[in-house]
């Protein structure tokens, strides 16, 4: 294996050192919970839109995504047709009901609607999910690392998880919707740089991968199979990925918060949807990469499909752009990560601790304010502790997996139960607190038993469409007359 040089660390090093110290400084003007949560609500929606595909995508689509099209097809892509389409749903429906009142969290719609219990289970459902997803993530991101350096998996998920750390700490969600912003634009030029040295690589060029990927039937894009076992067919990617969209967009608090620390709901549209096209953009490119992998290792199998692209970058790239393309899997993990531990600890301030220990009248507004920000840093802390540990549990059930395919089905066990839950409250007018509840816990119930028993009957694109349809039949149940 190629030895990772003096240079190639410099850079990874710099790089880490100066977003970290950019991102804490990002923070300095941090007075109150509305700063550090939700930046004034005064950012520009092109830097949230940027945030909001590093924070879905992240090293998720910088290594497994690749590995997806490397061991399948293009398929894949079918998906990013539903995302976009869910996007804008969300965008005409749920977006300006946010906008209507002042609300902190994406669960804060549902107290309006139902009660604090209501607010309070979605919010857990939110917690558990993002939990084990990103865990799944961090990782993933473990694994160049620990080729690099030699280090065991929980070493290299420490290191990781120290940096990110210390900036969502200090720098809060501007800090983090900023530092995305660069560590998209960094990571998609690491994706282009890896085009670029696929062509001399490979004999022939991509004229010469393209012609090989077809003949292999690797460029298939579309697939009208109704089966439900299959992942990547167009129905699945359009229905399955369309609601997955709606429920990761609308309801998960991950990428809700980011929505709301836009000027006005009209900005806020225009990130979530200007993020639906970046991403069919985004995927197209690390699936052209993993063809180019394919045809660079003749297909030759690897322990696991995240490993494919790490190790092309460690054994095949030149010193020092090799340094550049690491701290790409680096940024987009510390993207990912920082916007979860953020999303986290602001669903526990706001959702849990502040309704817990009261407010105070309009004249104690600014200390509540402050108290609400200084119990965030405690829980950003704490959930940054909790998602290092998910992270090395993870590592004895990685093998054979492609890690963006467990961390959407995790999520997506959940997603079901929630978009359901928000259905439930924006168009059903008569359901109870009792009904959105039971809904929400049949839902998210019968996509567990589906996942741990036929699992191989029926892929995880469609587990949120099913778990939306037996929340609302659920809770229909409950209707008050």
């Known amino acids: 294996m190629t030895t990772f040089g003096a240079p190639d660390l410099a ?52 290594l497994s995504i690749p590995g997806v099209a490397y061991l399948g097809t293009m398929a894949f ?3 990013a047709l539903g995302y976009l389409l869910g996007r804008i749903v969300v965008a005409r429906v749920l ?6 009142g002042e609300l902190s969290t994406a669960y804060a719609l549902l107290e309006t609607r139902f009660g604090t219990g209501t607010r309070r289970y979605a919010s ?3 917690m558990v999910t993002r939990l084990l997803a990103d865990s799944v993530r961090l990782f993933a991101t473990a694994i160049p690392l620990a080729l690099i350096t030699g280090w065991s998996y929980p070493v290299s998920i420490l290191v990781i998880g120290a940096f990110t750390l210390v900036y969502t700490y200090f720098g809060g969600i501007r800090a983090v919707v900023w530092v995305d912003a660069l560590q998209m634009l960094l990571y998609v030029c690491g994706g282009l740089i890896a085009l670029l040295l696929l062509q001399g690589a490979v004999d022939g060029g991509w004229p010469a991968i393209l012609e090989r990927a077809g003949a292999a039937g690797k460029l298939q894009v579309l697939d009208f199979s109704t089966s439900p076992a299959v992942a990547y067919t167009f129905w699945a990617g359009l229905i399955g990925g369309g609601f997955l969209s ?20 009209r900005q806020s549209q225009r990130a979530l949807i200007g993020s639906g096209l970046a991403v069919i953009v985004q995927f197209a490119l690390f699936l052209f ?27 095949e790239m030149p010193t020092g752009l090799r340094g550049l393309l690491i701290a790409g899997v680096f940024a987009a993990a510390m993207s990912s990560l920082s916007s979860s531990i953020n999303s986290l600890a602001s669903a526990t301030t706001y959702d849990f601790w502040r309704p817990l220990v009261g407010r105070g009248g309009a004249s104690d507004a600014a200390r509540d304010d ?38 959407l089905a995790a999520a997506s066990m959940a997603y079901g139960g929630l978009l359901g839950g928000f259905a439930l409250g924006v168009l059903f007018q008569r359901v109870s607190q009792a009904g959105a509840v039971a809904g929400m816990t049949a839902g998210v119930g019968t996509v567990v038993v589906i996942w741990a028993t036929a699992r191989t009957a029926v892929a995880w694109p469609w587990f949120v469409f099913i778990g939306l349809v037996v929340t609302v039949a659920v809770g229909l149940l409950f209707r008050r007359r």
């Not at 990469?289 to 054994?315: H, K, M, N, P, T």
Request: with cysteine; glycine share 10%; net charge neutral.
């Open 95 to 100: 977006l300006p009901a946010y906008y209507r």
């Open 124 to 126: 857990g459902i939110f």
């Open 289 to 315: 990469v993993g063809l180019g992998l394919w045809a660079f290792f003749d297909g030759r199998a690897f322990d696991s499909s995240d490993a494919i692209f790490a190790s092309f970058i460690i054994d």
């Open 11 to 62: 850079v990874l090093l710099l790089y880490m050192a100066g977003v970290t110290a950019w991102g804490a400084w990002l923070g300095r003007a941090n007075k109150g919970g509305s700063d550090y949560f939700l930046g004034s609500r005064n950012l520009p929606w092109w830097a949230v839109m940027l945030s909001v595909v590093a924070t879905e995508t992240s090293t998720l689509t910088f």
């Open 77 to 79: 892509l079918q998906l």
């Open 246 to 265: 709606m429920a990761s967009h609308g309801t998960d608090q991950l990428i809700v918060q980011r929505l709301l620390t836009c000027r006005d709901v």
């Open 370 to 407: 402050r108290s609400a920000m200084l119990a965030g840093k405690v829980f950003t802390l704490v959930w940054a502790g909790l998602l290092i540990a998910g992270a090395i549990v993870f590592i004895p059930l990685s093998q054979g997996t492609a890690a963006v395919e467990v961390a």
